[in-house]
C-alpha cells in the first residue's frame, strides 16, 4: 500500500539543523510532489514547501525562506528536509506527504506520512 | 498571502446532528483549489475534500463541500462518533499554500 515512512525524533539545541526523511513505498515516486508540513503543539498545520522528485524543482513557503531545504534521493525514493538555524519556535512535529501534480498545477495532499517530532531547547 | 478564516473555532453539537464549517478566504481562491482535512488527537490529518467539493477516496458521503470565491462550506449531514476531531482547510490555488486554525467539533 501508498506509504511514507518517516525518520524518528530530533531534539536539536538552538542554532543547530535539523534533517528530516520521508521515504516513499507503494507508488511509483517521481509522480507525485512531495510536501513538508509541520504542526507546533496547539496549533494550525503550517506548509513548508514542496519537491518534485522527477526533476528536482522546488516550493518553499516565504515564512521559511532561507532557512529550509527540500531535496530527494531517487534511488532511494526519499525526499529530505533540512530546517537550519533552530530556535524553540521551531518545536513541533514535521509532516511530509504526498501531492497529486498536472497542467502546471500543484493539489491537495492525499497521503501523510506519521510524522516526526523535532524538539528544540537548550 | 491568501488567510483563511474558519468559522466558528468550535462546534458543539450531538451524534446525528448536522455539522456546518465555514471557511473564508482573504481573496478568491483560485480554481476552486481548497480541500478540506480531518484532524483526530494525536493522528494525522486525512483528506476529505478536494477541488472544493469533491470527496477523497473512501470517505463517506455524509461529508460534502461546496463553496467557491471566497466562501467555502464542508457539511456532516449526520455526526458519527468517529467524526469528533478538529477539521481544517486548505488553499493550493497559490504558490503560496495556507491553512485556516481549524474548527473543533466536540461532542455536547
Known amino acids: 500500500q501508498v506509504q511514507l515512512v518517516q525518520s524518528g525524533a530530533e531534539v536539536k539545541k538552538p542554532g543547530a539543523s535539523v534533517k528530516v526523511s520521508c521515504r516513499a513505498s507503494g507508488y511509483t515516486f517521481a509522480n507525485y510532489v512531495v510536501h513538508w508540513v509541520r504542526q507546533a503543539p496547539g496549533q494550525r498545520l503550517e506548509w513548508m514547501g514542496w519537491i518534485n522528485p522527477a526533476n528536482g524543482n522546488t516550493k518553499y513557503s516565504q515564512m521559511f525562506q532561507g532557512r529550509v531545504s527540500i531535496s530527494r534521493d531517487t534511488i532511494a525514493s526519499t525526499a529530505y528536509m533540512d530546517l537550519s538555524s533552530l530556535t524553540s519556535e521551531d518545536t513541533a512535529v514535521y509532516f511530509c506527504?504526498?501531492?497529486?501534480?498536472?497542467?502546471?498545477?500543484?493539489?491537495?495532499?492525499?497521503?501523510w506520512g506519521k510524522g516526526t517530532t523535532v524538539t528544540v531547547s537548550s | 498571502e491568501i488567510v483563511l478564516t474558519q468559522s466558528p473555532g468550535t462546534l458543539s453539537l450531538s451524534p446525528g446532528e448536522r455539522a456546518t464549517l465555514s471557511c473564508r478566504a482573504s481573496?478568491?481562491?483560485?480554481?476552486?483549489?481548497l480541500a478540506w482535512y480531518q484532524q483526530k488527537p494525536g493522528q494525522v490529518p486525512r483528506l476529505l475534500i478536494y477541488?472544493?467539493?469533491s470527496r477523497a477516496t473512501g470517505i463517506p458521503d455524509r461529508f460534502s463541500g461546496s463553496g467557491s470565491g471566497t466562501d467555502f462550506t464542508l457539511t456532516i449531514s449526520r455526526l458519527e462518533p468517529e467524526d469528533f476531531a478538529v477539521y481544517y482547510c486548505q488553499q493550493y490555488g497559490s504558490s503560496q499554500w495556507t491553512f485556516g486554525q481549524g474548527t473543533k467539533v466536540e461532542i455536547k
Open positions: 506527504g504526498r501531492g497529486p501534480y498536472g497542467y502546471g498545477n500543484v493539489y491537495y495532499l492525499d497521503v
Open positions: 481573496q478568491s481562491v483560485s480554481s476552486n483549489f
Open positions: 477541488g472544493a467539493s
